[in-house]
T-cell receptor
Framework: KAGVTQTPRYLIKTRGQQVTLSCSPISGHRSVSWYQQTPGQGLQFLFE???????NKGNFPGRFSGRQFSNSRSEMNVSTLELGDSALYLC???????????????FGNGTRLTVT | GNSVTQMEGPVTLSEEAFLTINCTYTATGYPSLFWYVQYPGEGLQLLLK?????DKGSNKGFEATYRKETTSFHLEKGSVQVSDSAVYFC?????????FGDGTTLTVKP
């Protein structure tokens, strides 16, 4: 079974630009979550989607948005990039959502975003 | 809200040493508890999990027991190897989301 696939692996953008990251979950998984990982803040929850609906959202500004398609693939968008947005963005999928059936998260290898 | 506190790192051990990484949590209800491991350049991988009090999760020689009375889920391994060098994350999940600790970097020297 193919794992969670995130594209691209690396991105370099300049301040003020916008960026879109993509995540393909494991086949059959309907929940997709996004996390931001930085050395100073650790893993911060961005949002979770299930069946094309955002179920949960972390404490990030409105510049961070996402969506999920009918095939469960998900995209995350960051507009008006700031230097502090430089991070590793991780996508994780699970069968029915975190905690509901004790199923663990399956992570992709992440997209490394550098904002200059 | 929910929170997870992990033992601060980094931790450096010699091969075959005993490992303990402490993890305590605060949560309402009865969350499931997990340990994830992250190798350089990769995402997190599930190492082990426990879904109710007194459950013991185990995998690849690692163990952790869900202790409700002390709200803890400490990770242990009797004899570490160089290949165990990685970042370890303790996490809890409830019906809304997963909450992660800050991660503990383990380096094992030959």
């Amino acid at each position: 079974k193919a794992g969670v696939t995130q594209t691209p692996r690396y991105l370099i953008k300049t301040r003020g630009q916008q960026v879109t990251l993509s995540c393909s979950p494991i086949s059959g998984h309907r929940s997709v979550s996004w996390y931001q990982q930085t050395p100073g803040q650790g893993l911060q929850f961005l949002f979770e989607y299930f069946s094309e609906t955002q179920r949960n959202k972390g404490n990030f500004p409105g510049r961070f948005s996402g969506r999920q398609f009918s095939n469960s693939r998900s995209e995350m968008n960051v507009s008006t990039l700031e230097l502090g947005d430089s991070a590793l963005y991780l996508c994780a999928s699970s069968f029915s959502g975190t905690g509901e059936d004790n199923s663990p998260l399956h992570f992709g290898n992440g997209t490394r975003l550098t904002v200059t | 809200g929910n929170s997870v506190t992990q033992m601060e790192g980094p931790v450096t051990l010699s091969e075959e040493a005993f490992l303990t990484i402490n993890c305590t949590y605060t949560a309402t209800g009865y969350p499931s508890l997990f340990w994830y491991v992250q190798y350089p350049g990769e995402g997190l991988q599930l190492l082990l999990k426990a879904t109710k009090a007194d459950d013991k999760g185990s995998n690849k020689g690692f163990e952790a027991t869900y202790r409700k009375e002390t709200t803890s889920f400490h990770l242990e391994k009797g004899s570490v190897q160089v290949s165990d060098s990685a970042v370890y994350f303790c996490a809890l999940s409830d019906p809304s989301k997963s909450t992660f600790g800050d991660g503990t970097t383990l380096t094992v020297k030959p």
